[in-house]
């Protein structure tokens, strides 16, 4: 099996939707994922990821799959550095959240008090459970930490979603906290990240990232990838943005 995780193209949040830049991502990236024999497309409901996705399902005159699951990871928390008011959980200040060593540990990053305030760890389950479902349905049964190959296959899923719900996703398969796939990991605008089972036992399977967050799309049409998935690189630079 290979799934195929891409993020929305270059997004305009106030309309969800996307700029001109990230209609043509997402151009680009129809010509790529064309290419591919697949064998279902799954979206988020948003008009950023159905925007993106719908390049792609018109040129190859197929459907996508709505699943809210999919959606941007929308738990919200009080940020230690914010003051009267909640923001997106999978954004901290690195000073701050990995002064807690519990951050990183696959059981205990959801146990904090603030992230146990934000009911974090109960939308990282449901997003999971539902996704280990999907699995189950092509074949795949999650066990333990590996899964149960009950129908082995070679077929190809691909997925237009987040940034924020695809940390959430591989930390799943990799079996670690998502905390530092979310702060140590970026995915430009229009990235594409494909993993493949590997059923190095029969029917015994575990999931392997072969490419993370590739935009050679971009690159080979000479379009420069969106600055939307970062910060600034020098805190001396104000055309960057610092939050």
């Given amino acids: 099996m290979r799934l195929i995780i891409i993020r929305h193209g270059d997004p305009d949040y106030e309309a969800d939707s996307l700029t001109e ?56 928390i009080c940020r230690p550095d914010v003051q009267g008011g909640k923001t997106i959980a ?8 990995t002064a807690d060593e519990r951050y990183f540990d696959r059981n205990q990053w959801c146990e904090t008090e603030i992230m146990r305030e934000g009911r974090v760890g109960e939308m990282y389950r449901y997003v999971t459970e539902s996704f280990d479902a999907l699995l189950a349905e092509h074949g795949y049964v999650r066990e333990g930490e ?45 990235a594409v990240t494909t993993v493949y089972t590997e059923e190095r036992r029969q029917g015994r399977a575990s999931f392997r990232i072969n490419a993370f967050a590739d935009i050679s799309h971009l690159y080979a049409a000479g379009e420069e990838p969106a600055f939307a998935a970062r910060f600034c690189e020098t805190y001396d630079d104000n055309t960057e943005r610092h939050d």
Avoid at 91 to 96: A, G, K, R
Avoid at 161 to 190: D, K, Q, R, Y
């Fill in 21 to 76: 830049k990230g209609w043509r991502e997402a151009e680009l990236l129809a010509e790529r994922i064309a290419k591919l024999e697949v064998k279902a497309f799954y979206v988020s409901p948003l008009g950023r990821a159905r925007d993106t996705a719908s390049l792609t399902l018109r040129r190859m005159e197929r459907r996508a799959v709505e699943c809210d699951w999919l959606r941007e990871f929308p738990s919200q």
């Fill in 90 to 97: 999978w954004d901290w200040l690195p000073e701050d959240w």
């Fill in 146 to 190: 590996c899964y149960r190959a009950v129908k082995p296959n070679r077929d190809t899923f691909v997925f237009f979603c987040h940034f924020g719900v695809e940390c959430v996703l591989l930390s799943h398969l990799m079996g670690i906290s998502p905390m530092p796939l979310w702060h140590n990991t970026c995915a430009a605008p229009s």
